[in-house]
């Protein structure tokens, strides 16, 4: 018997206190700015309300040391949380006000987010707020049905609206040479037993009690592998196979896509969790799926090798697969509760 979902994932829009004041209707949205996605589900953020304001912080407890030194990923993450934020806003009537960075004494504070008044929402805005608590990351195998040219362009518009590109693979020879670089991606990661390390300490049981991670279904593991595969991973370098299972999956998705920025540099990468949130969301409100190849990105020199096949100025910052698959369950979130103070 499969386990409930997660409580963070119920969340019902009619609890939102229309009467209360800015503390409490800013207390409210951090529920669904815990649903964003995150690198591993290692949720980064931290969230502190004071008056009329919430502010964002990156919790650098959970940060990625072998895989993402930089904090690149995890200030990506905290991105797509803040736009959870700021559709939510929207959703409720609210116009958003978004100061990124206002400290320079402290880098961990990354936006201090309010709301600045009353403004009715469009009906895309209102499509990609339900898909929030329908959103998530699938790693199964996708269709071969392809995803309408219309919504494709209406997914690049969306990280321009944020200040990103979103660069679409196109052709056999680039799109063999994309896969070819998340093959190697998995290759030289997997050997590397710090890293190995790193990851699987993030890896979860599927009837495992903690709130963050991944567990094993969400992978396609079973109880007894997902129970062990934690210890396997340390162990073993199976870099041969996972990338030879990644070339599979980025040559045999419906669309490769890329997304960039101009700059790489913290409000940058800010900028680019905002813009992928919005290109995931508006993908799943079509009923389009999506999912990461971290790898290619995590490691430099392939990182800039992305670029050069893209054939975009700027630095890539995410690779997606997006396509059309079966309903997956959600993974584990911390509540609102856990990561709030006042």
């Not at 990124?100 to 880098?107: A, E, M, W």
Request: charged share 25%; with cysteine; net charge neutral.
């Amino acid at each position: 018997m499969a386990e409930p979902i997660s409580d963070a994932w119920v969340v019902s829009d009619t609890a939102f206190p229309r009467t209360a004041g800015p503390t409490d209707q800013l207390r409210f949205l951090v529920n669904y700015a815990v649903l964003a996605p995150s690198t591993h589900n290692t949720q980064p953020w931290l969230f502190k309300v004071g008056g009329e304001k919430l502010e964002l912080y990156a919790d650098r407890t959970r940060s990625l040391a072998v895989a993402d030194p930089e904090d690149r990923e995890l200030t990506i993450s905290c991105g797509a949380s803040l736009f959870h934020l700021r559709i939510a806003a929207r959703h409720f009537g609210h116009q958003e006000a978004v100061e990124p960075f206002p400290r320079q004494d402290n880098p961990d504070l990354l936006a201090r987010f309010g709301l600045s008044g009353r403004r009715e929402a469009t009906p895309e805005e209102h499509m990609l707020f339900q898909a929030v608590t329908r959103r998530r990351t699938n790693r199964l195998p996708f269709e071969a049905r392809s995803v309408p040219e219309t919504l494709l362009r209406a997914l690049q518009a969306a990280a321009t609206e944020e200040g990103a590109w979103c660069h679409l693979v196109q052709g056999l020879e680039e799109r063999n040479a994309v896969a070819g670089l998340a093959a190697e991606g998995a290759r030289r990661q997997l050997a590397d037993k710090r890293y190995r390390r790193e990851i699987a300490a993030w890896m979860r049981p599927n009837r495992g009690g903690l709130r963050d991670g991944i567990p094993g279904y969400a992978t396609g593991l079973g109880g007894l592998m997902a129970f062990l595969a934690p210890s396997l991973v340390r162990l073993f370098n199976t870099g041969e196979r996972q990338a030879e299972q990644e070339r599979q999956r980025a040559t045999g998705a419906p669309v490769l896509a890329v997304l960039g920025t101009e700059a790489d540099t913290p409000p940058a990468w800010l900028a680019a969790g905002q813009a992928v949130a919005r290109v995931l969301l508006r993908a799943r409100g079509e009923g389009v799926w999506a999912s990461f190849f971290n790898q290619v990105i995590e490691v430099a020199d392939l990182r800039a090798q992305l670029g050069e096949v893209v054939g975009r100025s700027g630095f890539p910052q995410l690779l997606l697969r997006l396509g059309y698959c079966s309903e997956v369950r959600p993974t584990p979130r911390r509540p609102a509760s856990e990561v709030l103070t006042a």
